[in-house]
C-alpha cells in the first residue's frame, strides 16, 4: 500500500515522495517577468526540506493575460528562457524536481496591468472581484491563446524544467471557459459540456505536441465554485475524464474556488480583515473612517458567509476523479496532518497531495514529518500571504498581524 513517503510517477518524472508544493504566485520576479536568484533560493527552502515536487506559481505565457499581482513570473517570450535554464538548473542541482505552472488571467486581473485597454474572457461577463467588464473573444483569439500556450510550454522544456502545468482552476481564463457562470457564448466554444471544454483539450493537445509525448503535461482543475452556475463536482468528474481522454494529460490536480470573488473557497480558512485593509486594492487606499466601518460591520457580516476550513476539503472530490481516470490524481487544498494525508493516499482517494500555505511556514514540513518531529502544520490558514500577494513577494504574515489585529479590536 501507498504512503506519504513511498516514491510515485507522474509520466516519467519520479518523485522521491508525495507532497508536493502546489502552485503559488511568489512575486519574485524581476520587472520583465524572469525568474530570480531570491526565487530560486525561496524554492531551494521546499528542495532541502524534502518536499517531492516544486509546483512554480503561475507564469504569464501573454501579456493580455498577465497578472494584477505583484511581479508575476513570464514564460511569454523567448528571451525569458535563460533565466527559467537557470533556475531548473539550481533546482536540479540540489537534488530537486521542478514543474512550471503555465497560465492566462483572463478577466481575473486589471488592465493596468495587461496593458490592453479591456480584459479578455470567453464572454463579455467581469469578475465580482476584479470588476473591469471584458470583452468576449473572438475564434481567431481563442486559437492564438491556444497556440501561445503551447509556445510557452515549449520553453518550460526547452528551459529544463520536468514538467509543465496548465492552469484551468481559480477563475483564470481557461476556467472561465469551463464554468456556465462565466461562459454564456453559443459558438463551439460554449454551451454544452463539451463545447465549453473545448478550449482545455485543445491547449493540452497544442501543449503536448509542442513539448513531445514524454515531457509530463499537468492539469489544474476546480473541483466546486459557489457561484450557482459554476463547476460542480459532477462536472470536474467528466472534465478530468475528458482531459484524460485527450491522451495529452499525465495528472489532474484537484482544487476550488477562484483567485478573485471565490478565493476563500481556494484557500478556505480565517477572514483576514487586518490584511486586506493593509494589502488589497482598493480597500488599502481608503482613508481611517471606512476602514473603521469595514473593520467593524462589513467584516463581521461577510465572515458570517464565509466557508469554513476543514481538513483536505476537495478530497471527496479528487477520490471521485480518481476512480473515474487511470491518470494520477494530485489534490490540493487543506492539506495539514501527517495522518490525514497518509489516509488519503493508503485509502487510494489521491495519488499525491499537494500544499500552499503550510509551506511558507514550514518549508521543511516534508522532512519534519519523516522524521517523525511533526504530526500536523503549524499554519493556522490565517490567508495573510493571499492577501499580501497583492503588493509584495510571497511570505507568512502571521506574527506581525497577530499584534495588528490585537490592537485594533483592543484586545488588552
Ligand atoms: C499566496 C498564494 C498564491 C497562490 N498562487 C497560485 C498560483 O499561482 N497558481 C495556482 O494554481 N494556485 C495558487 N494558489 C492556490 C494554491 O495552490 C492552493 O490551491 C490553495 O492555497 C489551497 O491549498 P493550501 O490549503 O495548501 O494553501 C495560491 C495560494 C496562495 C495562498
Known amino acids: 500500500m501507498a504512503g506519504l513517503f513511498s516514491p510515485g510517477n507522474i509520466g516519467r518524472l519520479e518523485l522521491q515522495n508525495r507532497m508536493i508544493r502546489a502552485a503559488s504566485h511568489e512575486g519574485l520576479a524581476d520587472i520583465r517577468g524572469a525568474p530570480t536568484e531570491a526565487q530560486f533560493q525561496f524554492y531551494r527552502g521546499f528542495v532541502e526540506g524534502g518536499i517531492g515536487l516544486v509546483i512554480t506559481g503561475y507564469a504569464g505565457i501573454m501579456q493580455n493575460g498577465k497578472s ?218 481608503k482613508g481611517k473612517g471606512v476602514k473603521f466601518l469595514i473593520r467593524q460591520v462589513a467584516a463581521p457580516i461577510l465572515s458570517l458567509f464565509h466557508p469554513p476550513f476543514r481538513e483536505g476539503y476537495n ?7 480518481k476512480k473515474a481516470i487511470s491518470l494520477p490524481v494530485i489534490t490540493v487544498g487543506g492539506m495539514r496532518t501527517k495522518a490525514f494525508m497518509e489516509a488519503a493516499i493508503g485509502a487510494g482517494k489521491t495519488d499525491f497531495v499537494s500544499m500552499a500555505r503550510p509551506l511558507l511556514l514550514e518549508p521543511d514540513l516534508a522532512d519534519k514529518f519523516r522524521r517523525g518531529e511533526s504530526d500536523a502544520a503549524q499554519c493556522d490558514n490565517c490567508n495573510i500571504c493571499l492577501m499580501a500577494a497583492d503588493a509584495v513577494p510571497i511570505r507568512c504574515h502571521k506574527d506581525e498581524f497577530v499584534e495588528r489585529a490585537r490592537i485594533h479590536q483592543n484586545v488588552p
Open 315 to 321: 478530497l471527496e472530490t479528487a477520490a471521485r476523479v
Open 68 to 285: 494584477a499581482l505583484y511581479r508575476m513570473t513570464m514564460i511569454d517570450a523567448d528571451d525569458l528562457v535563460p533565466a527559467h535554464r537557470a533556475l531548473a538548473a539550481k533546482i536540479h542541482a540540489i537534488g530537486g524536481k521542478i514543474v512550471s505552472q503555465i497560465a492566462h488571467c483572463g478577466r481575473q486581473t486589471l488592465s493596468t496591468a495587461t496593458g490592453e485597454p479591456l480584459l479578455v474572457a470567453p464572454s463579455s461577463i467581469p469578475s465580482k472581484f476584479y470588476r473591469e467588464v471584458p470583452r468576449a473573444l473572438t475564434d481567431h483569439e481563442i486559437q492564438e491563446i491556444i497556440r501561445s500556450f503551447a509556445a510557452a510550454a515549449a520553453r518550460v522544456a526547452a528551459a529544463g524544467y520536468d514538467g509543465v502545468q496548465v492552469h484551468a482552476a481559480h477563475g483564470y481564463l481557461l476556467s472561465t471557459f469551463l464554468s456556465r457562470h462565466a461562459n454564456v457564448r453559443r459558438d463551439k466554444w460554449g454551451g454544452s459540456f463539451e463545447n465549453r471544454f473545448r478550449i482545455v483539450g485543445e491547449t493540452l493537445k497544442a501543449v503536448k505536441e509542442a513539448v513531445g509525448q514524454a515531457f509530463p503535461v499537468l492539469l489544474k482543475l476546480n473541483s466546486f465554485e459557489k457561484a450557482r452556475k459554476g463547476i460542480k463536482p459532477g462536472e470536474c468528474v467528466e472534465f478530468a475524464r475528458l482531459a484524460a481522454k485527450t491522451g495529452c494529460c499525465d495528472a489532474v490536480e484537484i482544487s476550488a474556488g477562484g483567485s478573485g470573488e471565490e478565493a476563500f473557497y481556494m484557500a478556505r480558512g480565517k477572514f483576514p480583515t487586518e490584511a486586506i485593509l493593509t494589502y488589497m486594492r482598493p480597500f488599502c487606499k
